[in-house]
């Protein structure tokens, strides 16, 4: 301990202390400020583009994702359309079907129909000709063989009750 | 064939540096090795040879000094001369300041020549300028070699220490403020910033940010890079062949202590002083025992870092020229060549390590001033 | 220097030693259990230690 009070140097204590003070403001005012904010520009800009770099990431990520989402919608979209299509033309047939199978049944009704018309026409035609037929038959009847009346009267009945046609 | 470049590059690349490395130790050899003690003390002015020499030159050269010496030889006629160039004296008298160059004592370290100096009488004895008391011719001894009929004066000299430390500061200043510059430019340094700049983020980074935090760093970072640039620049300064020992000076490091000491207590929020004078948490009691010893720790705190520095750095410079000087001391059993290979080889070793110590004495200042500043602005959360 | 003081200078370099190699040795484990650690752990050893060292100087100069 004395050696080192007598090592003691107070002359180049003070001079040390006052340099010190005076170096630590000067570096501050004109050294450390300077750099410390340089740095801190520096790292803040790193971190920003950093940053950013990370955003751009995110964001292509999101728009291919997006893109892909477009897209499976498309697709779909398409499959919908396709399968309405599909359905619309099966209906389309069936209906188409249906409708053709109600107009035959139709056409081939009125065509019965109109042949039964036809046909009940032809028959009393067919009756009233026959009728009239029978009427000169008779009457050649009549007047060939008037003598035989009764006879001749019993056949003529024969001969309606043959004829009568449906 | 590239591959080979390379390596050769490589290779030239060490080589270069082990160069380096010889070349500086063996010139702090010389420089300190073949330099005779300057201290002109009685018995004549010689070559050192004796153990009892080279103890005396050595601890001669841990302390301060009033001029700049290089070397000594003598010449042709026998006379021993000095190579060196002296200092500005300036000391603070009985009669106000007195300035003188250091070359009027005549590399007289023994307090026998006095200066006359506007009737004020001078001395200087063991590096350390007495005045006379009025009447007094010559300087009397006591038996503890204090002088007794003359007193110390206040000694603001540019000494040896002063000058390397005042070359110190240039070269930071110099270097930070181009590095400063540097920034208006470009945002990548070019040169010899390139160094610095790592060693600032690493101040920054390693020793500011984890100690005082985040959110106050920004305060006490000056004073920390500060301390720690000159703290490492003068260490290193002390290992070249020039022989300045800045950090080695117990005002110096006093100093550094002090300002660490001033900036704790001056920035110390009223957390730290309630855990100094009545510790929370603990009994009552309790709480009067540890003020006093807390009390005191704020003072061993700074008085280890200024110890701690001076002692190291001292004992550094004592370790390298000593065995320096094993190349004399050992010169009759080994042989000169065996000598000086012994002690080059083991300096180099010693001087490899002072170059780490160099670093380390500086980080672990800053390191703990920004320990304490941090322990000292921290807010506790009530416990 | 008397015979006392180098005596005190030498226990408190013993009772340094055994201090630093605790430091040194404690911290070399605990680097090699959890070597993630290391800056940490060094940095905290470069503490602990520079404070015992300056416990010892101060010792030393203290009783020289």
């Known amino acids: 301990m004395d050696q080192l009070l007598n090592d003691f140097s107070p002359g180049l204590f003070i001079i040390q202390s006052v340099l010190m003070l005076v170096v630590i403001f000067l570096m501050i005012k004109f050294a450390w400020k300077p750099i410390i904010s340089a740095l801190d520009e520096r790292e803040e800009g790193i971190k920003n583009a950093l940053e950013s770099a990370e955003k751009a990431k995110l964001e292509m990520e999101s728009i291919s994702s997006s893109n892909e989402k477009l897209f499976n919608q498309a697709r779909e979209e398409r499959d919908t359309l396709l399968k309405e299509a599909r359905e619309i033309k099966a209906k389309i047939i069936a209906e188409a079907e249906a409708n053709a199978e109600a107009e035959a049944a139709k056409i081939i009704a009125s065509a019965k129909e109109a042949i039964e018309a036809e046909k009940k026409e032809a028959l009393a035609e067919l009756k009233s000709e026959v009728a009239q037929l029978s009427i000169s038959v008779a009457e050649k009847l009549l007047k060939e063989e008037l003598s035989d009346a009764k006879k001749d009267a019993s056949f003529v009945n024969g001969l309606l009750g043959e004829v009568n046609l449906k | ?383 | 220097m008397t015979i006392p003081n180098l005596v005190g200078a030498g226990l408190i370099v013993i009772g340094a030693g055994i201090g630093l190699g605790q430091i040194g040795g404690k911290a070399m484990e605990g680097i090699a259990r959890n070597p993630e650690a290391t800056s940490k752990i060094q940095t905290n050893m470069i503490i602990i230690a520079a404070l015992l060292e300056g416990l010892a100087f101060a010792a030393i100069f203290l009783g020289k």
């Open chain 2, 1 to 383: 064939m590239k591959e080979t470049t390379h390596m050769n590059l490589r290779k030239s690349g060490r080589n270069k540096l082990l160069g380096l490395i010889s070349l500086f130790v063996f010139c702090s050899a010389f420089a300190s090795g073949t330099a005779p003690k300057s201290d002109g003390d009685s018995e004549g002015h010689g070559a050192i040879t004796s153990e009892s020499e080279i103890s005396e030159y050595i601890l001669h050269h841990i302390k301060d000094a009033h001029d700049f010496h290089l070397f000594s030889y003598d010449d042709s006629e026998g006379h021993r001369r000095h190579v060196g160039f002296p200092l500005p004296v300036i000391v603070h008298t009985s009669k106000g300041i007195k300035t003188f160059m250091s070359s009027k004592f005549h590399h007289d370290d023994s307090g026998h020549h006095v200066v006359e100096k506007d009737g004020v009488a001078l001395v200087k004895y063991h590096e350390k300028i007495y005045e006379l008391d009025q009447g007094a011719h010559r300087v009397e001894f006591d038996e503890a070699h204090h002088p007794t009929n003359a007193h110390a004066v206040l000694d603001l000299s540019v000494t040896k220490s002063v000058f390397g430390m005042l070359l110190v500061f240039t070269l930071l200043i110099f270097w930070f403020r181009r590095h400063a510059l540097q920034y208006r430019k470009n945002s990548i340094p070019k040169g010899f910033s390139r160094i610095l700049e790592p060693l600032v983020i690493y101040v920054r980074d390693e020793i500011a940010k984890p100690n005082i935090g985040e959110k106050q760093y920004r305060k006490f970072i000056g004073f920390l890079m500060t301390v720690f640039f000159f703290i490492w620049t003068s260490n290193l300064l002390g290992l070249m062949p020039f022989g300045f020992n800045i950090t080695g000076q117990i005002a110096v490091t006093f100093s550094l202590a002090l300002f660490t000491y001033s900036i704790t207590h001056f920035s110390a929020k009223k957390d730290y002083w309630k855990h100094i004078f009545w510790m929370p948490g603990v009994p009552i009691p309790m709480k009067i025992i540890l003020a006093p010893i807390e009390l005191l720790g704020t003072l061993t705190k700074p008085f280890a870092l200024m110890v701690r520095l001076f002692a190291n750095i001292s004992a550094g410079h004592i370790v390298v020229m000593s065995i320096i000087a094993i190349g004399i001391t050992l010169r009759n059993t080994m042989g000169v060549i065996g000598a000086s290979a012994l002690s080059f080889a083991l300096s180099l070793f010693i001087t490899t390590i002072e170059l780490l110590v160099a670093f380390l004495q500086a980080y672990i200042f800053t390191m703990l001033s920004a320990l304490f500043i941090g322990m000292a602005v921290e807010e506790h959360e009530h416990h």
